[in-house]
């Protein structure tokens, strides 16, 4: 999902910084949100956590440049299960920057443009959650179904995003159009992956039971809403 150096430039790069301020704040409420009801020190750990894990997936796991961006095994709807809203926002926010900073400082200029792209897709992956998991049901709990529409928001906002960077950039070439259809659906491969790993992820919580009171895990994990 990281847009190659040169998609957008110039002053069409006003966009991002607009895109990416209104994101972080959207993340910066969310995690004030959490603080009220969990405290600073379970937010604080939550994000440590999804910073590494964002962290070792972008370096560790395996991506490939296809088309106008890189597809990569991201995980957003895991984090989002395991950890809540906040710090799967905090932690792909910083783990891309640090990504950026020690390893890919040639992807600064467009880190605007792809923490737009991935914290919009999990603020709409978490709106689908409220509509399709009961009240009454524990993430611990989801069937596949579930998990595959949570992934499938996520993995295909991202595309979306990403076709929308790549025409704002470059317009409606055929060239273009081909460069974006060939990562879309290269990307679209990490759903058939992504719902397994949420699954296994969400079995081996419930094997885990004793950590339900640790402030390790998003609440919801192990108890319905309140």
Known sequence: MHIEP???????????????????GYAAREAWQTIKRDGLAAL????????????SFFEILPHVPVGVSEVHLIMGSTLFLLFGMAPAAIGLAAGLLIQGLFFAPFDLPQYGINV????????????????????????????????????????????TWVAFWALYGHGFTAQNLAQIASFG??????????????????????????????????PRLYRAAV
Do not use: C, H
Not at 188 to 216: C, F, H, Q, Y
């Open 185 to 218: 659906a290269a990307y679209m491969t990490v759903i058939i992956v992504e719902p397994l790993v949420d699954l296994a992820v969400l079995a081996a919580a419930k094997a885990l039971d004793r950590l339900k009171n640790s402030g390790l895990f998003e």
């Open 116 to 159: 737009t792209t991935l914290l919009v897709p999990l603020f709409a992956l978490g709106l689908l959650a409220r509509r399709i998991i009961a009240p009454r049901t524990a993430y611990k709990d989801l069937k596949y179904r579930q998990a595959l529409a949570l992934s499938t928001a996520f993995q295909g906002g991202i595309v």
């Open 44 to 55: 604080a750990a939550r994000s440590a956590m999804t910073t590494a894990l964002v962290f």
């Open 6 to 24: 040169g998609v957008v430039s110039g002053a069409k790069m006003i966009l991002s910084y607009a895109t990416a301020t209104g994101a972080l």
